[in-house]
């Protein structure tokens, strides 16, 4: 069954401290899409990186970097010098190409606290 | 500008009522979506609709319903059979939700809450 587990419910950090946010995902399919969405307090859901099952490439923007390593189901979530603005809920998210809907399914999010 | 729209930003509703979220884009997306948020939990899927004059009930359907009779519209109705309605409620949008699984883009939400 589909599934993605984000274990860290939160997380606190003091600004230009480097921290990762984890996602395991689990699935079936050899063909999947994965999410990383922010979600600052106004509530809007904001895309970050999308990534296909077939490119283990790790990518950098910015400050940000998401490690993707298919052996041990992960797609983790590093911020480089935190900043306050930083501050958000984080979610990870897994869609299936099998399920031809575009469904995501959500990991319960990691709560960001970075203070000054 | 091209987004996602969705309104009312709060909304409030005494049991027993029904009551209709609106969501619109102008991104020209074949695809659209509702989502459920529960505090301290991940998003639902709601409804879904691929094109227009047609949907799908997504994990949590019971208690909803939903039309797409234009391409840039998908309001979503909560009906008094909801049992627990008070949420907030996310639309998104894709480019199609076909072969190839597209970026979902997010409204801003909107929050319900049953009196």
């Known amino acids: 069954a589909q599934k993605v587990t984000q274990a860290q419910t939160e997380i606190s950090v003091v600004e230009k401290e480097d921290v990762t946010l984890d996602c395991v995902y689990e699935?079936?399919?050899?063909?999947?899409?994965l999410f990383w969405y922010k979600q600052p307090p106004s509530g809007e859901l904001v895309f970050l990186i999308r990534?296909?099952?077939?490119?283990?490439q790790n990518e950098i923007s910015g400050r940000y970097s998401w490690n993707f390593q298919k052996s041990t189901s992960s797609f983790n979530f590093t911020i480089t010098a935190s900043q306050v603005v930083d501050s958000a809920v984080y979610f990870c998210?897994?869609?299936?190409?099998?399920?031809?809907?575009?469904?995501?399914?959500f990991g319960q999010g990691t709560t960001l606290q970075v203070k000054p | 500008d091209g987004g996602i729209t969705q309104s009312p930003k709060y909304l409030f509703r005494k049991e027993g009522q029904n009551v209709t979220l609106s969501c619109e884009q102008n991104?020209?997306?074949?695809?659209m979506y509702w989502y459920r948020q529960d505090p301290g939990q991940g998003l639902r899927l709601i409804y879904y609709?691929?094109?227009?004059?047609?949907?799908q009930k997504g994990d949590i359907a019971e208690g909803y319903s939903v039309s797409r009779e234009k391409k840039e519209s998908f309001p979503l109705t909560v009906t008094s059979a909801q049992k627990n309605p008070t949420a907030f409620y996310l639309c998104?949008?894709?480019?199609?939700?076909?072969?190839?699984?597209?970026?979902?883009?997010f409204g801003p939400g909107t929050r319900l809450t049953v009196l």
């Open positions: 998104a949008s894709s480019i199609t939700s076909g072969v190839v699984t597209d970026t979902q883009y």
């Open positions: 699935t079936r399919d050899t063909t999947y899409y």
């Open positions: 990534r296909n099952s077939f490119d283990e």
């Open positions: 998210a897994l869609s299936e190409n099998s399920s031809n809907t575009g469904k995501l399914i």
């Open positions: 991104l020209n997306h074949d695809a």
């Open positions: 609709s691929q094109i227009v004059n047609d949907f």
